[in-house]
């Protein structure tokens, strides 16, 4: 079956940094997505990786090894907005979206 | 005002009551999708079409059933709503290219059936 793993919760402090890990287990592969989701809203699309090695955007970067199935978002900086779950998700081999059930990041003062 | 609308934001229904959602886009896209969100779970893919006279079945598409009225709209419909129906609907939508899959979600309908 295809699995997507990641840490249900995490807690972090305004200012720092925080990694949150993803591994999968897909048929296929045609990339990997990051999406942010506030409480009560719509997942927002944060980064794309179809590549081995890491991609920065601003404060947030994201890494995929696709020998490992491992990928990881670093949140850099963290501030108080960036309290919301992260949705890891895979384009399996006939383009379908496998999510995993996200990670609730909690960031405190 | 949104890319992606859905009416109704929130809805309270019986057991055995037919319920439709409804979503509008102004994106051009020609791709749709309906997704359920339940606490702890990943989000699940319920129907997808990928333009008007193709529609395809998701992973838990029994109980539901969908609509492409045009390239904007696609309708999800409840046909006999049952309590564990209850969850988060989205409607999303994204373009047609192969390798890319950033979908772009409306603000979500949340169903709750007694």
């Known amino acids: 079956g295809q699995n997507i793993d990641q840490p249900t919760e995490m807690t972090a402090t305004e200012g720092a940094i925080v990694q949150i890990n993803c591994t999968y287990q897909?048929?296929?592969?045609?990339?990997l997505f990051w999406y942010q989701q506030h409480a009560g809203e719509a997942p927002t699309f944060l980064s794309y990786?179809?590549l081995d090695g890491l991609e920065e955007k601003g404060r947030f970067s994201s890494f995929l090894s696709r020998s490992k199935g491992y990928s990881y978002l670093l949140l850099k900086e963290l501030q108080m907005k960036d309290s919301a779950s992260y949705l890891c998700?895979?384009?399996?081999?006939?383009?379908?979206?496998?999510w995993g059930a996200g990670t609730k990041l909690i960031i405190k003062p | 005002d949104a890319d992606v609308t859905q009416t109704p934001r929130n809805r309270i229904t019986k057991t055995g009551k037919r319920i439709m959602l409804e979503c509008s886009q102004t994106?051009?896209?020609?791709?749709m999708y309906w997704y359920r969100q339940d606490p702890g779970l990943g989000l699940r893919l319920i129907y997808y079409?990928?333009?008007?006279?193709?529609?395809n079945k998701g992973e838990i598409s029994d109980g539901y059933s969908v609509s492409r009225q045009a390239q904007a709209k696609f309708s999800l419909s409840l046909e006999s709503a049952i309590p564990n129906q209850t969850a988060l609907y989205f409607c999303?939508?994204?373009?047609?290219?192969?390798?890319?899959?950033?979908?772009?979600f409306g603000e979500g309908s949340r169903l709750t059936v007694l």
């Open positions: 994106k051009g896209h020609d791709r």
């Open positions: 990786n179809v």
């Open positions: 897909t048929s296929g592969f045609n990339g």
């Open positions: 998700a895979v384009l399996d081999s006939n383009y379908q979206l496998i």
């Open positions: 999303a939508t994204s373009v047609g290219h192969r390798d890319t899959g950033e979908l772009f």
């Open positions: 079409s990928f333009d008007v006279k193709d529609i």
